[in-house]
């Protein structure tokens, strides 16, 4: 069952990662309390209980999940609490009115408090008639469904959550190489912020040198013949909280690692403007138009690389870039040989041969 809640809806939420062992848990109230602690000032205990009206023991504990969620919280003994890095809330109006600004049409952007998965919610809007171009976003995402069956983690206020709903006319085996654009709107999105480190691993992880910053996720439905709705799910880690860097197995960046200010609304805002763009140009033109900007932000370009399949078999050879429906294109020896799927990681100091 999907896991939906409204700002005014009391709720407490667990979710026990098991692959990890981190712990969700959130108050009904941990939202509204951070919201009063947003400009990093000191608030008793008391004004906070009086304007949400619920008791000082009420908001202690609403206060104490936010920090099992990763946001550090300062708590001064007779005079409150102070929220120590307060994060840059999400603000629909302010998305949206930025996108429509830019692109000259409105994108309906709904931000939940907490939601199991974003993508989750939006392949359920869909089925309910959504209209293209739809996006939701999540303060926390409880179980955020990553590729290949993973599992994709965030604290609260920490990440950008997105899903976006995208209706193409194409049947699903005509949309190859999108995952790809999707990448490349991000970076380039990204990149327009100031994070100009930012490149794609293919096909689409969003990464700063090899280090991963975000990822994509992207799951159809649709006829043979088409046409097919898209969901586009992208996580973009923005701060991560340090109990959850270090259970990830994996090396990770965030945004405010590398970039001085950082403003969600911001972010999500340019990277929807971007995507649009991509998006209307993808489903004229296809991937083949995209690819030589797609190479320019692809770190593993004429790199020798390992190529993981699925059987466990493992190709090694020097990528020659992207065919025109996303293949990987790879030279193992005098061969090119493409690749639809498989795990690629750097390859040092080898030449090129099958394993
Ligand atoms: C990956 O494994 O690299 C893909 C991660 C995708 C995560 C995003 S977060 C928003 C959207 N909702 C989800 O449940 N997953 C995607």
Not at 13 to 23: F, M, Q, S, V
Not at 72 to 99: F, M, Q, T
Not at 341 to 355: D, I, L, P, Q
Request: net charge neutral; proline share 2%.
């Amino acid at each position: 069952m999907l896991t939906e809640i409204n700002r005014s809806v009391n709720f407490r939420l667990c979710g026990t990662n098991g692959d990890l062992g981190y712990h969700f848990v959130m108050n009904a109230h941990t939202l509204a309390a951070l919201r009063m602690l947003s400009s990093g000032a000191l608030c008793s205990g008391e004004t906070i209980a009086d304007q949400l009206g619920v008791t000082r023991a009420t908001v202690s504990n609403a206060l104490k999940d936010a920090e099992a969620l990763g946001l550090d919280i300062e708590k001064v003994r007779g005079s409150g609490y102070r929220l120590l890095h307060p994060p840059v809330w999400l603000d629909a109006k302010s998305i949206a009115n930025r996108v429509s600004t830019q692109l000259g049409r409105k994108l309906p952007v709904t931000i939940l408090d907490a939601v199991d998965s974003t993508n989750t919610y939006m392949l359920n809007r869909a089925g309910e008639g959504a209209q293209s171009g739809s996006v939701v976003i999540a303060e926390l995402q409880t179980g955020g469904k990553g590729r290949r069956g993973r599992r994709w983690f965030t604290g609260l206020g920490g990440a950008i959550t997105l899903s976006l709903l995208w209706r193409f006319e194409q049947s699903v085996a005509e949309l190859s190489g999108l995952s790809l654009a999707v990448g490349l709107a991000v970076a380039s999105a990204l990149r327009g912020t100031g994070a100009m480190d930012v490149g794609v691993k293919w096909p689409n992880d969003i990464v700063v040198g090899d280090r991963k910053l975000g990822g994509i996720l992207i799951e159809l439905q649709g006829d043979a013949l088409g046409p097919t709705a898209a969901v586009i799910g992208i996580g973009i880690n923005v701060k991560l909280a340090d109990a959850l860097r270090n259970q990830i197995d994996q090396p990770v960046v965030d945004l405010a690692t590398i970039q001085s200010s950082v403003d969600r609304n911001d972010i999500a805002a340019a990277m929807l403007i971007q995507l649009a763009r991509t998006l209307e140009h993808f489903s004229k033109e296809g991937f083949a138009v995209i690819e030589p900007d797609y190479r320019k932000f692809h770190v593993l370009h004429d790199v020798d690389v390992t190529v993981h399949l699925p059987d466990g078999e493992k190709v090694f050879g020097r990528v020659q870039g992207t065919a025109s429906d996303g293949a990987l294109l790879l030279k193992v020896g005098r061969e090119i040989v493409r690749f639809h799927g498989g795990e690629v990681s750097v390859r040092r100091g080898a030449g090129a041969a099958r394993a």
